[in-house]
Nanobody, 118 residues
Framework: QVQLVESGGGLVQPGGSLRLSCAAS????????MGWYRQAPGKERELVAT?????NYAESVKGRFFISRDNAKNTVYLQMTSLKSEDTANYYC??????????????WGKGTLVTVSS
């Protein structure tokens, strides 16, 4: 069984910064890619950023959000800067994991809430 556990969400003022973390644990032979998605109230889940051999960002966060990963810790990070009210959402960690005996499977975290408000 593989679990993804996010942390780092919270309330922040516009223009502020937050760093999200997501650690994967369990029976893992490999993880690729890892990434972050978000879902705002009344909206569909959307991609924020993914990291593999390359990095992809949603246009709305380019230059403000930065994704990184620590392969030794099976952890992905999302550094969010210059936060705006429209960044308010539940942020979900995603990973495509190579599981022994099962092949590659998609996993999601339970989400961490980011609220940008004054």
């Amino acid at each position: 069984q593989v679990q993804l556990v996010e942390s780092g969400g919270g309330l922040v003022q516009p223009g502020g910064s937050l760093r999200l973390s997501c650690a994967a644990s369990g029976s893992i032979l490999g993880i690729d890619p890892m990434g972050w998605y978000r879902q705002a109230p009344g909206k569909e889940r959307e991609l924020v950023a993914t990291i593999s051999n390359n990095i992809n960002y949603a246009e709305s966060v380019k230059g403000r959000f930065f994704i990184s990963r620590d392969n030794a810790k099976n952890t992905v990070y999302l550094q969010m800067t210059s936060l705006k009210s429209e960044d308010t959402a539940n942020y979900y960690c995603y990973a495509n994991v190579w599981v022994p005996g099962q092949g590659r499977m998609d996993y999601w975290g339970k989400g961490t809430l980011v609220t940008v408000s004054s």
